[in-house]
């Protein structure tokens, strides 16, 4: 353990991501109506971004996930984020990926209150990630898209390995990851974890 800690630096907050959908403006449309807007109930972490009133249902191929948050803003494309569980689910095969990482990934149903959109591709298991600005990027050591290890400590302290540094100006220091992975770790939200170089 002390050999692991002192090849470790500073501590970085957790945040816990769930089940959600960023929408495209046609796809909004199609799901709450046109000329519809998201409706901000909060704020996450990462300047721009909120969790927003409208909901979705996701149906796949063996079953169905209702009341799945929405989060603004919008984007270019439809981009649905689940975690393993969610898969077994779903019967959804999701590859981990990136965020925006879109290329060759399953699609999904999406039911709204004023329609339905049939993905053709935009669903992920997102890859576990630390955001980071230039700042926390240079005292960690680390450089946008290198690869790092995470250390958590508790009862149920585990190394993730792999997991993504993304570097940019607007970014508040976080480390990224779905609800399996972090129940696995049995970490909450804003609890400490550790970079380990």
Do not use: W
Request: proline share 3%.
């Amino acid at each position: 353990m002390s050999e692991i800690m002192s090849q470790c630096n500073g501590f970085i907050n957790v945040g816990i991501s769930n089940r959600h959908v960023h929408l495209s403006s046609n796809h909004r449309d199609v799901l709450f109506g046109e000329g519809s807007c998201l409706t901000q109930i909060k704020s996450l972490s990462q300047k721009g971004q909120f969790a927003a009133k409208e909901c979705v249902t996701l149906i796949g191929l063996k079953g169905s996930i209702e009341g799945v948050r929405v989060l603004g803003p919008e984007r270019t494309e439809t981009q649905v984020e689940i975690s393993v569980t969610d898969m077994y689910k779903l019967g959804v095969d999701a590859p981990v990926r990136d965020s925006g990482d879109l290329a060759g990934t399953p699609g999904i149903i999406l039911l709204g209150p004023k329609g339905m959109v049939s993905l053709k591709s935009g669903v992920i298991c997102a890859k576990r990630h630390i955001h980071a600005s230039p700042e926390d990027a240079l005292y960690f050591n680390v450089k946008d898209r290198q690869e790092v290890l995470v250390f958590t400590m508790g009862e149920r302290g585990l190394l993730f390995c792999n997991v993504l540094v993304r570097v940019h100006e607007s970014f508040t220091l976080e480390f990224h990851l779905d609800t399996d992975e972090a129940n696995a770790a049995g970490l909450k939200n804003n609890d400490k974890v550790r970079i380990l170089i």
